[in-house]
């Protein structure tokens, strides 16, 4: 793009009038909310209309605020004779961020999810859908800079080529230093990336994908897609995004604001969970493989089934002068007929208050109404403990710190399904009250899962409500564990999802071998689908070289992606001669000297974060950690465990060998260690470096 374009003057002059039609837009949205200007009178109806038209209001205005970014992205002409100074636009579409029309309803620019827009990313030489040329845009805010065009010949006799789609935009967006955020990439989404973006909605799509091969923003723009071509009903449905943990969320959450999708939910599980509960840190792993097990789902059911009991004796109670008597084969009868009547626990309390007090009066030497019982002694203390222990109404945490807090109830509850070892390490003393426990994230599908046995408490069922959703994408599913899995389905209202992730990165407690154990714990209303992602878009050849020598032990059988970007900087490996903390901020300086503005993590084996830290504290380094904020310091100490699906300009590696030797999956954290770089990688070591990584024609070495 060194040379000026004859069209660039003309191209920019369509910028500006697309960006005068857009500001015309927001003028005409703005108005209309000052004409609904809310007041208090009116019927409940015109108040509700006039709420509902703001609403759209403020939606649209939103949608149409792009700040500084790129608002087109370029232009495809038609297969007919036409140049730029046509006014023909039937033949030539301009493709962008948004919908633009002008005053007269007439459209100036194309959203990228419209089917007129699909050529521009899909159209290739052997299949150019009807193209004569695609032109690709490189702009900062509304200034064109330059202009690349791509002229389809109609020759379809030739190979399709691994990437060709805006071959010079592709590359400056990827060389373009990283902001800890995750950014969009709908200017430059490729021709299989567009594939599984517009694939239909019905069922589970499965995405496979190796690193840097963009299945991140690929489901992000996915959901974007959807919502654009099912705005109804999904808008009304939800979509939801689940991602592995906090820090990924903030990594992510700018993306689909940035395509003009506000409302869709991101979340990790802990926040789904009802009624809410505070919930921090991780399990270690051997807890983290028993609470995410299937056979989980039972042990909470016989649980809850531990807490409907008959009484341990007859119940006797003065009524003025008479007595009644509740015996203990009546109170089995009532909670038999409780269990067989009510499709949730919580919802049996009514039964079983209602037999309860109907037996009670019935038992009276002259019976009473049983609504003359109820209202006479429901506050007596003996009343009241009589049916706590027959049939108590319960929340998920009341549930599970109980039976956490008695190895008997875990006993019972397991009936041999684990070990007696296994199922004693959810034991935990008890706190003072369960509102005041602090949970732990593998606690989540438990909580759920007791929350689906209890149901809605009586006269809570907003509080506890659990909402489904028309689609769910789920990142980093290669690492949920069968109950997680299970509690994700449980709020698709229709089967519909996107599964993305990479099996060769499988590194958590639960981590996954094959995509098959992943879709059998997902709802199956439709026939799956499966793409995979095979081109890397985000790591230089030379590091996905290093990368591949570990993949083979990492995930055997799975192909490396190809690389875009050939050549790349050369791994830089370091020994550590003097020991790992005295080399690392020389690490860390040398690196901020090649990458300038360019962000900087430290990626380190969990027992080396604190000795790390104190190094470049002593050497007067300023970084960050890792936290629900992101990436927000140009240099950030992140322990490997956190550092799947981030990018980052440079990454410095420490010590493989005990990354290896202490993550449950040592090889696939290593292989994600390796692969989080967008330009740079050095591995900093003191101990030897692993076999796996050492060969001849190696990385250059320092």
Not at 211 to 217: A, I, L, N, Y
């Amino acid at each position: 793009m060194s040379q000026r374009h004859p069209d660039l003057d003309a191209e920019q002059a369509y910028i500006d009038h697309v960006h005068e039609c857009l500001e015309e837009s927001r003028a005409r949205a703005a108005r209309l909310t000052a004409n609904y200007e809310p007041t208090r009178g009116g019927t409940t109806q015109a108040r509700f209309e006039r709420e509902s038209v703001i609403e759209g209001v403020v939606n649209r205005l939103t949608q149409l605020d792009v700040g500084d970014r790129s608002l087109i992205f370029g232009r495809i002409d038609m297969d007919v004779d036409t140049d730029i100074e046509t006014d023909d636009v039937d033949q030539r579409l301009y493709i962008g961020r948004l919908g633009v029309w002008n005053s007269d309803q007439d459209p100036v620019l194309v959203d990228w999810r419209a089917p007129a827009s699909e050529p521009f990313y899909r159209a290739t030489g052997v299949k150019p859908m009807g193209l004569r040329r695609r032109r690709h845009f490189a702009t900062r805010g509304r200034t064109l800079l330059g202009i690349e065009d791509e002229v389809f010949s109609g020759d379809t006799s030739g190979s399709e080529p691994m990437v060709g789609r805006g071959q010079g935009a592709l590359i400056a967006a990827l060389e373009a230093g990283r902001t800890g955020h995750l950014g969009d990439i709908v200017a430059t989404i490729q021709g299989e990336q567009d594939e599984i973006i517009r694939a239909p909605q019905q069922g589970v799509l499965v995405v496979q994908g190796g690193p840097g091969t963009g299945k991140t923003v690929v489901a992000l723009h996915r959901a974007a897609y959807l919502l654009y071509t099912h705005r109804f009903p999904l808008e009304g449905q939800g979509v939801l995004v689940v991602g592995p943990n906090r820090l990924f969320i903030a990594y992510i959450e700018q993306v689909l604001p940035s395509l003009g999708e506000a409302g869709v939910q991101v979340a990790v599980l802990a926040d789904l969970i009802r009624p809410k509960v505070s919930v921090n840190r991780l399990d270690n792993e051997d807890v983290a493989r028993v609470k995410g097990d299937l056979r989980m789902a039972k042990v909470i059911g016989d649980a809850v089934s531990d807490r409907e009991r008959p009484l341990r004796e007859d119940l006797v109670l003065g009524l003025g002068i008479q007595k009644l008597r509740l015996t203990v084969a009546e109170s089995r009868r009532i909670i038999d007929e409780a269990r067989r009547r009510s499709r949730s626990h919580n919802s049996g309390r009514k039964v079983v208050e209602d037999e309860f007090y109907r037996i009670l009066g019935r038992s009276a030497r002259r019976p009473v109404d049983p609504s003359e019982v109820r209202d006479r002694m429901r506050s007596q203390l003996e009343v009241r403990e009589a049916l706590e222990w027959m049939w108590p109404v319960l929340t998920p945490a009341h549930l599970l710190h109980d039976l956490y807090g008695s190895r008997a109830l875990l006993r019972s509850a397991n009936a041999g399904r684990f070990t007696d070892h296994e199922i004693q390490l959810l034991h935990r003393p008890r706190s003072s009250h369960a509102d005041n426990v602090i949970w732990r994230f593998q606690d989540v599908p438990l909580l759920d899962e007791a929350r689906a046995h209890l149901g809605y408490r009586p006269g809570k069922r907003g509080e506890d409500a659990v909402r489904t959703y028309g689609h769910i994408c789920i990142d980093e599913a290669q690492d949920l564990s069968p109950l997680e899995l299970r509690m994700i389905s449980r709020r698709s209202l229709n089967g519909s999802m996107t599964v993305v992730g990479d099996i060769a990165q499988a590194t958590g407690a639960w981590a996954n071998s094959d995509w098959s154990q992943i879709l059998s714990a997902l709802p199956q209303r439709h026939p799956t689908q499966r793409r995979e992602l095979t081109v890397g878009y985000r790591i230089p050849e030379r590091t996905m070289e290093l990368a591949s020598r570990v993949l083979p032990h990492a995930a055997p059988g799975l192909r490396p992606p190809k690389a875009v970007r050939a050549g790349g900087d050369p791994v830089r490996i370091v020994a550590a001669a003097d020991g790992i903390a005295t080399e690392v901020a020389g690490a860390v300086v040398h690196e901020i000297s090649q990458v300038g503005e360019g962000n900087v993590s430290v990626i380190v084996p969990d027992s080396l974060v604190d000795a790390v830290g104190e190094a470049l504290t002593e050497a007067g380094v300023v970084f960050g950690g890792a936290s629900r904020h992101g990436l927000d310091q140009q240099v950030t100490v992140v322990p490997v465990r956190l550092v799947k699906g981030l990018e980052v300009d440079s990454a410095i590696v420490i010590e493989p060998g005990r990354i290896i030797r202490e993550e449950r999956q040592g090889v696939r954290s290593l292989y994600v260690a390796l692969t989080r770089a967008t330009k740079r990688v050095t591995v900093l070591h003191a101990e030897p470096l692993p076999r796996i990584m050492v060969e001849p024609g190696g990385p250059d070495r320092s």
